[in-house]
């Protein structure tokens, strides 16, 4: 009996508690905007586990969600306003409301932030402008300050195709494509140059044969004067039998000989490389070549023969014909000087090649080298006659570091140098004036037997532009990246003039992208 009256309190007990008042009820409150087409994640309090839950849209035709772990996934699609509701099913209440407003301002005309840089109105700032106004503020203030633009530069963003392009007032213009929401942006840049944190203003001129064709003469005032407005000049082949038939003072070459004499060029750079994946493309053995190959040859480039007097005769009614070795002591100054400035970069080595047992002029190079050696007493000066550098070039060409020569010698020198390195079109160049301006290069010609064909091997002059960068604007680190994805590229493709079992065979703008994509 005892026992039946316990019972009977705690069942009395539970009909009380279950027809009590109930007890406040609290819906969650939460407002978001979001751009038209974004999908976004709102944090809700309410505990997704307790029970079960649906979600309603007002107006599905501007946004839905779905609920995920513990938040609501919402999608939008158009502009406009709209209420979201998640709905306890097991007590058909509503747990938590979400207003949604989904932005998207329908004007077609050009928004423009233009908010100067460091809050000075009259510094330059960014001018930010959308094709359909859907730049969030804290994207311009991400643009200003994290993606380091360009100053004065104007962006336009396309929301449609996911790409925008950049303009200067001085001409300057990228593209690229672009990654956004509402905190962050990602700019992607087509050429990667903002990796380093420089570009350039390119200017196009004709030389050479195109020039003959377009203006009657290999260089025309109108290159000239580009050239001398530059920092510096990239230059390509010139030549072809297309114009073996103009008079001698009119071929393509004359615009070399012309350019590098208007501009001053007096100093050529030649390296001879030996990139590790090439070594059995030389025609040198692997025993003789080593661990690799690495010469730097400095010609003169603006005297010696190639500028001397010259002429064709007829004595006797027999014809003959000259040219002229001349040299005076400033112009060997300066590139015997300029030789011992880069032997002091390198390994301080640094070897004259002339022909002083049977020239005037070689023994005057060695009167200025032992000169200019006083003024630096850390290089290792040697001297050998051309022909036995030829010799020694194929016999044992890792006793060389720096050569400094003529004209003429450092002509041939530089093209056999090429050819120990695996090919021609592997070999870059630098032309140097007084101070930093230069012409870049690669030393090979214009090989019109495979113009067209896709396989003329890019290399050198992709080096060229490396050189360009280190000895004109200073960006080493840059060069050193272009060099890198050179070395990289050769382990996995060749072109046609090395291509080797084992490897992909590319084309010419192949391998140039290939060598971008590594950058």
């Not at 100067?116 to 330059?124: I, Q, R, V």
């Not at 011992?340 to 200025?368: G, H, I, P």
């Not at 996995?492 to 010419?508: C, H, L, M, Q, S």
């Amino acid at each position: 009996m005892r026992i039946s009256r316990v019972l009977l309190i705690v069942l009395l007990l539970a009909s009380s508690y279950g027809c009590s008042e109930e007890e406040p009820y609290e819906v969650e409150k939460k407002s978001v905007s979001i751009w038209e087409g974004d999908t976004w994640h709102v944090i809700i309090e309410t505990d997704l586990t307790e029970h079960n839950y649906r979600l309603e849209s007002e107006n599905q035709e501007i946004a839905t969600a779905i609920l995920d772990e513990m938040s609501v996934c919402i999608t939008t699609y158009k502009s406009g306003s709209t209420m979201i509701r998640l709905i306890d099913t097991d007590n058909n209440k509503i747990a938590c409301e979400i207003s949604v407003y989904v932005k998207y301002f329908n004007s077609p005309e050009i928004v423009n932030w233009g908010i100067p840089l460091k809050g000075n109105p009259d510094y330059p700032g960014v001018i930010i402008k959308a094709v359909d106004l859907r730049i969030p503020p804290e994207i311009e203030i991400e643009l200003r300050e994290k993606e380091k633009p360009f100053i004065g530069a104007t962006y336009t963003f396309n929301q449609e195709t996911k790409k925008f392009t950049m303009k200067t007032d001085s001409g300057i213009f990228r593209e690229g494509t672009y990654e956004w929401n509402i905190t962050f942006l990602t700019l992607m840049y087509d050429d990667k140059a903002e990796k380093f944190g420089f570009k350039f203003d390119y200017n196009y001129q004709l030389l050479g044969g195109c020039a003959i064709d377009e203006y009657g003469v290999p260089y025309p005032k109108e290159t000239a004067d580009a050239c001398k407005a530059s920092d510096a000049v990239l230059l390509g082949a010139v030549g072809g039998p297309k114009w073996d038939s103009q008079p001698g003072n009119n071929r393509p070459e004359k615009g070399l000989l012309a350019i590098r004499e208007d501009l001053g060029l007096f100093a050529n750079l030649r390296p001879a490389k030996i990139f590790a994946p090439l070594k059995s493309a030389s025609p040198i053995k692997e025993e003789i070549i080593g661990d690799g190959l690495d010469i730097l040859i400095v010609r003169e480039l603006t005297g010696g023969i190639y500028f001397g007097d010259r002429g064709t005769y007829e004595k006797d009614g027999v014809i003959g014909a000259y040219d002229t070795e001349r040299y005076t002591y400033p112009e060997i100054k300066r590139i015997v000087k300029a030789g011992f400035e880069y032997a002091m970069k390198r390994e301080k080595k640094l070897t004259c090649v002339d022909k002083a047992n049977v020239l005037d002029s070689s023994r005057l190079w060695r009167k200025v080298m032992e000169e200019t050696a006083k003024d630096y007493p850390e290089v290792e000066v040697s001297y050998m006659y051309v022909d036995n550098c030829a010799m020694q070039l194929v016999r044992n060409p890792n006793q060389f570091d720096t050569i400094v020569t003529s004209n003429i010698f450092g002509d041939i020198l530089s093209d056999e140098a090429s050819m120990i390195s695996g090919s021609i079109g592997m070999l870059a160049s630098a032309s140097l004036a007084e101070g930093t301006f230069g012409l870049y290069e690669p030393i090979h010609g214009s090989a019109p037997d495979i113009a067209g064909q896709g396989k003329a091997n890019p290399l050198a002059t992709i080096l060229s532009g490396a050189m360009m960068l280190r000895y004109t604007f200073g960006q080493s680190e840059a060069a050193d990246a272009i060099e890198k994805a050179v070395d990289t590229a050769l382990t996995k493709a060749r072109t046609p003039d090395i291509y080797e079992e084992g490897f992909d065979a590319v084309n010419t703008s192949q391998m140039g992208d290939l060598v971008a994509s590594l950058l």
